[in-house]
């Protein structure tokens, strides 16, 4: 029996073999795999880099970024066709896989931000809730491009004389490697790509202690995130006292603090905000099982003992 | 003796051919002439199409959107010299003859408030100021596409169980011709232009007495452009009692009004809010007069006769 269970991100994507007995038989990492913008040659392309000696499995699940939307996922589905056999192809938003590797399977809540923000619920009859993940223009809020926009908006302003000069002026001109409001006007529209914004909002971090500015913005940023995963809370109908984190903000100390506390301030109780055991790719390999109808704890205590599933 | 004033705004562009004697030999209309998005020859093209009969004039003032960026004004400066010949030709922003059609080169202010929007200034000295108009990114606050975004990003909300429904969304819904979230989403992404996104302002400008939402956002528009007046009142050095205002959303009698006492928030005085007199290509003629040396008063009796120079 042979389980495939693949995480495609918007920056890698990591794709686990198991077999019926919880043993890890191969593990592999491969480009990017966004299936709302690559083509579904690209998306067949990246897939098939991963199955070396390998066109049939039983069951596959993937989490592929970008698949929430219906459009993505059908184009995903011919392309994952395309290059691999199996008796069952489950293809889910790669933020699914995410809360299941972090709830293992109990209800609970996750919330994800990187260069977007999700949160996500899963309640105690298995059905999953959604909030936000509707792209930079939508809302996106408290992701790190709504931060990186912030951080050129606040400099933009304090070039044109509208907000006082402060040290997050001089670092960002410095990172973008600008020195003029006509440069930064010229670069924004011309070459800043939504991930080159997103990638501002690690001045805004550093900055944290040192500029009032950055303290607002970020302080914004995790009142979003808290009132996100309140969002999730009441459509889930679930009240936890641990949430979830992933994505790249909650690696740093002071973001994940932070948010913490706005999740005590939103919930009116103690929220302890935990990073997960597993990576995401787990919880395809998760879904898999409990979809064979096999228990799920003998394949956590197994799982525990490969380090490259696990989050530092 | 020739004279040419053009004003190439982002919808169309209007040319006044006038003799030393301030009487108008010509009027035309044209397409728009935004030379930040227009090439080389689409800018030649359409200069082009207003000159019949015409390619050598003495002077010639040209107001063209997009001209504020060094790089397209030497592009802008490129197209134009192709298809006129003038003794002098003198190319700035649009938005800086609007702003010598409002005060007549007495010191003053002028806010525009259309897709975009910006605040001008003219200090005794003859010397401008600007503040705004960085485009849709990094400010265009109290704009129709700053409008027009906050309406998406409510109606967004709504949908995503994150905000009450309210009239807004079902307007909204009905204008765009979609009716689910994903719907809203994938339109967004795949068709919206910052054009499209602007003409939601006036969804909002409609509700604005019935829907509270609608209210907020106007509410928070008006007060933006006020600061923006305040901001570059300060660069200037100015203090006035009247300031100009322009664009689109002045033609909304509720988005003036509000605007008008947000002014006077800001500025701590009775501040009136005016539309000016002439259309902004008399701007560039009043430059071109000025340059010669010549005095403004008589060309503004002259002018006042020909209707389709003035404000309806």
């Known amino acids: 029996m042979l389980i495939l269970g693949i995480d495609g991100g918007g920056t890698k994507t990591e794709a686990v073999l198991l077999d019926e007995k919880a043993r890890i038989l191969n593990y592999r990492r491969g480009e990017a795999c966004n299936v709302a913008t690559l083509s ?12 070396k000696d390998l ?46 590797s972090s709830t293992l399977f109990k209800p609970g809540i996750l919330i994800i931000a990187g260069t977007g923000s999700i949160a996500y619920a899963l309640d105690s009859s298995g059905n999953t809730y ?19 926009l912030r951080v ?28 003029t409001l006509d440069e930064l006007v010229e670069l924004t529209y011309s070459r800043l790509t939504v991930s080159d914004i997103a990638s501002l909002a690690k001045i805004a971090l550093e900055l944290f202690e040192e500029d009032v500015y950055c303290r607002r913005i970020i302080g914004e940023a995790c009142r979003e995130l808290a009132q996100l995963a309140k969002c999730v809370a009441i459509k889930a109908g679930i009240s936890s ?23 005590r301030k939103v919930f009116k109780k103690k929220i302890e905000l935990k990073k997960p055991l597993f990576k995401p790719v787990v919880g395809a390999l998760l879904f898999a099982w409990k979809k064979l109808g096999w228990d799920l704890d003998s394949l956590l205590v197994s799982l525990k003992n490969y380090s490259f599933l696990l989050n530092e």
Chains 1, 2 share one sequence.
């Not at 067949?44 to 880099?49: E, G, L, R, T």
């Not at 959604?130 to 990186?148: F, Q």
Request: hydrophobic share 45%; with cysteine; proline share 2%.
């Open 152 to 179: 050129l908006q606040t400099v933009a302003k304090m070039l044109d004389s509208r907000e006082k000069p402060s040290l997050l002026l001089e670092k960002t001109l410095e990172f973008l490697n600008v020195s």
């Open 40 to 51: 579904e040659d690209a998306i067949a392309k990246v897939i098939c880099s991963l199955l």
């Open 130 to 148: 959604r909030c936000g993940g509707l792209g930079y223009l939508l809302d996106d809020e408290g992701s790190g491009y709504w931060i990186g």
């Open 241 to 263: 006292s641990t949430i979830f984190c992933q994505g790249g903000l909650f690696d740093s100390s002071t973001f994940t603090k932070l948010t913490e506390l706005m999740l």
């Open 55 to 100: 066109s049939k499995v039983d069951i596959a699940v993937l989490g592929l970024a970008g698949a929430g939307r219906k459009k993505h996922l059908e184009k995903a589905t011919r392309a994952v066709s395309r290059v691999l056999e199996a008796k069952q192809l489950i293809i889910m938003p790669d933020a699914e896989i995410a809360l299941y």
